[in-house]
């Protein structure tokens, strides 16, 4: 608990906050975080406000506490006269004003160039700012008109922005609600309504067996995702500062000539990186991952390798490491470079070395209980201090085998004091008499995560180092270890995680599943591995699709609904793939007034719009006397509600004819439907509500292609089950139901491995490598029902 100083401290800073005008929760939030706290006090004192000040002029002071450059503080009084005296009075001359002052970093400035970068003096009457509206609207008036409220009024702004920068955002947008308004008049019911969305043009010819790579329609989702990551020259600005617990800062940034250095040898491009670790099978997190690594890199015309993190050699294995670059690639992306953290083997061992003369790391004897018990009573090892010669000939016994595994681990001298657990002297090496899948039996000591990630990432002079959230806590151990070794720093930045509801990601408990056979290997259906979902019928189009779609925040509630997924399989699939009709649990139904072994040929559509003169867009279908429909589209009872068959009423065969039920065939229970016997309407003068799907025999009593279909669901019922303690027991015992007979039309009976299908009626459909000569396979991808749009589009 805090003390009584703390506590009063606390009180005492709130009040001051409240006082620029911050509302309590923004004042609140700041009091509980100690580095911005910090920052606001010292802003608040060098502005000489600490009686207080407008909302206005606190606001900006309180932007200036939280994204002011480190390495520009130097100049930050004489930016808080500006504010302080209303020179400087907008978020747009801030923001103008921080970057100026970014570049600038501690160096002297010029005045005038300062000013006229931020607008400073610039007034922009409403005279000038109405002219800009107006030219911005006759610019745009056809679209305007067209979209009447649905606009896009941040486009206008935008639009009116470049003309006057520094005008007052308020009276921008006052003008242009009111000339929205002068144009278009009072807002309409139809304004409110959704906008009809317009039929996909089909393409001309698809074959069945290739699936064209669909180009989106432009969206909000098309917005460019990587405009907030800076250019590789701008990486000499302070990325993150380490407060350790004696009161010195390291504010971490490169040196001018570590940055030139760094340029030369790149080239100025942009270099990532994608660090798998092989020990499973890519998930669809994976996915975000690649589309952030690899997405940014191709963005900005640069490469991004494919980098194996394979410090761990009991976990790797050679099937991970295929199944990881075959992956990548029919993810869409193609690697810079492929490499392994192994390669550097001998490199990381060289800087552990100078790491240790440098005073920075020393070999530590404490098993894994000591060092988690010293670590949450913050003591240092006993052999924290021992001497750097000792070290230096202690690393030198483990890498040459001399001392037992467990007895023994290299541990970074950082800071056990600090707020930050990551920062309690991790361990950089420790001793594992195990071949590595790569490197051979070369090593017995082998680098950790911690140790290696950052040091490759320098060596690869990689530009921009992306991982997710709960890395971020590891930052300051990434950039203290660069510069205690004086390597160059990447600039780093963390997303937030992405989860998929009904399902778990940790590979711990993909392996569980797997390893005790819950299901049917790292490729089943049922998974969200990258493997499962391409499997199940999931183009990776749709997966990227999805994954722009999320984009790449800091928000850390990225568990996303199921649905949202579907809706992007859907949308793709609904572009892509040819309908055919398939009955799942056939009733048989014989047409009495159709003689036995007449057939009659049909045309059916292969898309829902083809037209009459394009002949490749139909495909055959017999009608013969003897036809099958699903069994849950008959009832013995009618209601007004229904629109199957029932005794005496009609229904549509789609493609087909009317039919009638004239009779139904009981079994010996008397309530078990046999057969239907049915009269079809060859004039098609009745027009009956209901349309069902159907398939007939081909020739007299030869059943129609037997199939089997494999319907997948949500694997877990709840929708976080990783938090549920039994999470095993969650598992949905309907995910998988195997229809083994199913019958579906002739069309189907050449497809292969991999060809999808609209069933209609039913869903979207993969033939599986289950698939025999003798009988095809299918997993429902996705069914028809789409309720993510309805509640979030």
Not at 1 to 27: N, Q
Not at 65 to 83: C, D, E, M
Not at 723 to 748: F, Q
Request: hydrophobic share 35%; charged share 30%.
């Amino acid at each position: 608990m805090p003390g009584k100083g703390e506590s009063s401290d606390k009180e005492k800073h709130l009040e001051s906050f409240l006082k620029i005008g911050l509302d309590e929760r923004t004042a609140g939030n700041t009091v509980a975080n100690k580095k911005v706290t910090a920052n606001l006090v010292a802003v608040i004192d060098e502005a000489g406000v600490t009686d207080g000040c407008s909302r206005t002029v606190g606001n900006l002071l309180y932007t200036v506490a939280t994204k002011y450059p480190a390495n520009a503080l130097v100049h930050r009084p004489a930016l808080l006269q500006y504010i302080v005296s209303s020179k400087i009075k907008t978020t747009a001359q801030l923001d103008a004003a921080l970057s100026f002052f970014g570049a600038t970093a501690s160096e002297d400035f010029k005045l005038n160039e300062f000013e006229e970068a931020c607008g400073v003096g610039v007034e922009v009457s409403e005279e000038e700012i109405e002219r800009a509206v107006n030219e911005v609207f006759e610019e745009n008036k056809n679209v305007i008109l067209e979209q009447r409220y649905r606009t896009n009024v941040g486009e206008l702004l935008g639009h009116v922005r470049k003309r006057h920068p520094w005008a007052d955002p308020k009276i921008v947008k006052q003008f242009v609600d009111a000339k929205l308004y002068d144009l278009l008049g009072e807002r309409t019911a139809a304004d409110d309504e959704k906008p009809t969305k317009k039929k996909k043009e089909k393409p001309s010819k698809v074959e069945v067996k290739t699936v064209a790579v669909v180009t989106p329609e432009p969206s909000e989702e098309d917005i460019n995702p990587f405009l907030i990551f800076p250019q590789p020259e701008e990486n000499f600005k302070v990325h993150t500062e380490v407060f350790f617990s004696d009161g010195s800062i390291l504010r971490c940034c490169n040196t001018k000539e570590l940055l030139e250095k760094h340029l030369k040898a790149t080239g100025g491009k942009v270099l990532t990186r994608f660090p798998p670790e092989p020990n499973g099978y890519l998930h669809i997190g994976h996915a975000k991952a690649m589309f952030i690594d690899f997405g940014l890199a191709k963005e900005r015309g640069g490469g991004c390798y494919l980098r194996y993190d394979d410090t761990n050699p009991q976990a790797e294995k050679k099937e991970y490491i295929d199944h990881i670059e075959e992956i990548v690639q029919w993810m869409g992306w193609e690697p810079f470079k492929i490499t392994y953290t192994s390669d550097y083997f001998q490199d990381l061992y060289d800087l552990a070395v100078e790491l240790i003369r440098r005073g920075h790391a020393y070999v530590d004897h404490q098993t894994p209980d000591e060092i988690k018990e010293y670590r949450e009573k913050k003591m240092n090892s006993p052999w924290r201090d021992r001497p750097v010669a000792e070290s230096l000939r202690l690393f030198d016994d483990m890498r040459r085998g001399l001392i037992e595994e467990g007895t023994a681990t290299l541990r970074m001298k950082q800071d056990m004091q600090s707020d930050n657990y990551n920062m309690y002297d991790l361990i950089a090496y420790r001793i594992k008499f195990t071949p590595h899948p790569h490197a051979g039996d070369k090593w017995c000591i082998y680098p950790s995560y911690d140790y290696a990630h950052c040091i490759v990432d320098s060596l690869e002079n990689i530009t921009h180092s992306l991982c997710t959230l709960e890395f971020e806590t590891r930052r300051a151990s990434y950039y203290w270890l660069l510069h205690a070794l004086g390597l160059y720093q990447p600039y780093v930045w963390e997303y937030s995680r992405l989860n998929v509801t009904n399902t778990v990601m940790s590979k711990r408990k993909l392996n569980r599943l797997v390893t005790d056979r819950w299901v049917d290997g790292w490729d089943d259906p049922r998974l969200m591995t990258l493997a499962g979902l391409r499997r199940r019928g999931v183009t990776s189009t749709a997966i990227n699709a999805f994954v722009r779609g999320i984009g790449i925040t800091r928000s850390d509630n990225s568990t996303i609904n199921l649905d949202r997924l579907e809706y992007h399989i859907r949308e793709e699939l609904n572009k892509t793939v040819p309908r055919a009709m398939v009955v799942l649990h056939p009733l048989k139904v014989v047409i009495t007034n159709l003689e036995a072994g007449s057939i009659i040929d049909l045309d059916a559509k292969r898309w829902p719009d083809a037209q009459t003169d394009d002949a490749s867009a139909f495909y055959k279908v017999p009608f013969s006397n003897v036809v099958y429909i699903e069994h849950s589209d008959f009832r013995v009872k009618d209601s007004k509600d229904y629109y199957g068959l029932a005794p005496g009423k009609s229904v549509l065969l789609r493609y087909a004819f009317p039919i009638k039920c004239t009779e139904v065939i009981l079994d010996d229970d008397k309530e078990t439907v046999l057969e239907i016997r049915a009269e079809y309407d060859a004039s098609k003068k009745t027009k009956p509500k209901g349309v069902l799907h159907w398939v007939a025999e081909s020739s007299l009593g030869v059943d129609p292609l037997k199939v089997e279909v494999r319907l997948f669901d949500k694997l877990f019922l709840s929708e976080n089950p990783a938090e549920l303690d039994d999470w095993l027991g969650d598992l949905n015992p309907e995910s998988k139901v195997v229809v083994p007979s199913a019958y579906a039309v002739s069309l189907l009976q050449n497809a292969t491995v991999g060809d999808r299908f609209q069933f209609e009626r039913l869903g979207y459909f993969a033939v599986d490598k289950d698939s025999t000569p003798e009988k095809l396979v299918f997993n429902r991808t996705v069914t028809l029902k789409d309720s993510y749009s309805k509640v979030a589009k």
